[in-house]
């Protein structure tokens, strides 16, 4: 939404993908495991301009495929990042860990089915039924994985907190949800943010 309305929405494809990748350093990233990545138009049409960048991705090895619903598609994928990243990040936790605890367990529901509840607001269709289930499977599926978010905080970098669980605090503010937990989450992570050089 931000991008479109810079350059214009018929200038932008969306999409997602499952690729797994660890920052090094500046200029240094390991490619840490193959995953789908999946392309729409936000219109959701089959375009001969997403079937052409979906061919060419294919080509060099990334596996590509293209869909009709790229705002399920991209809501389904932030779901599971609403339930893992920030948790991740605060509780210095590998993604696996989350469900190893029963606390953390707790606090990965409610975040998930706060933004449920937006995501029916919104009339979004996700790409599978059980939220809960399919974020704690990801979870064990990604057992040793450093999130995005955890990295952001052990280099003392910037997170993507706002277009996470501030997404889903955006929304229910603009529909009248409430997100308490979601806000929490939002709030402990911006200010571990601004807080990195007096951390102890």
């Known amino acids: 939404e931000t991008i479109s309305g810079i350059v214009g929405k018929e200038k932008v494809v969306g999409g997602t993908t499952s690729q797994g990748a660890t ?3 500046l200029g240094h990233v390991t490619h840490a495991g193959r995953g789908e990545t999946t392309i729409g138009e936000l219109d959701g049409s089959l375009s001969p301009r ?10 060099v090895g990334i596996e590509t495929k293209i869909t009709d619903d790229v705002e399920g598609l991209v809501w389904s994928k932030l779901l599971i990042n609403v339930g893992i990243n920030a948790l991740t990040a605060v509780l210095r936790l590998k993604n696996g860990e989350l469900v ?3 606390w953390a367990r707790e606090l990965l529901r409610m975040a998930v089915e706060e933004a449920v509840l937006v995501v029916k607001a919104r009339g979004i269709r996700l790409t599978y039924e059980d939220p809960i289930k399919r974020v704690e499977d990801v ?3 990604t057992a040793t994985n450093v999130s ?3 990295q952001d905080v052990l280099r003392a970098k910037k997170t993507e907190i706002d277009y996470i669980n501030g ?3 955006s929304e229910g503010q603009r529909l009248g949800i409430s997100v308490p937990e979601n806000k929490t989450l939002t709030g402990i992570v911006k ?9 102890l």
Not at 50 to 59: C, Q, Y
Not at 193 to 198: A, G, I, N, R, V
């Open 50 to 59: 997403v079937k052409g960048i979906s061919n060419i991705f294919n080509s």
């Open 167 to 169: 997404a889903i605090v």
């Open 139 to 141: 979870c064990r599926a």
């Open 100 to 102: 190893e605890y029963s």
């Open 23 to 25: 920052v090094l350093g």
């Open 191 to 199: 200010t571990v943010e601004m807080s990195y050089e007096k951390r």
């Open 148 to 150: 995005s978010m955890l």
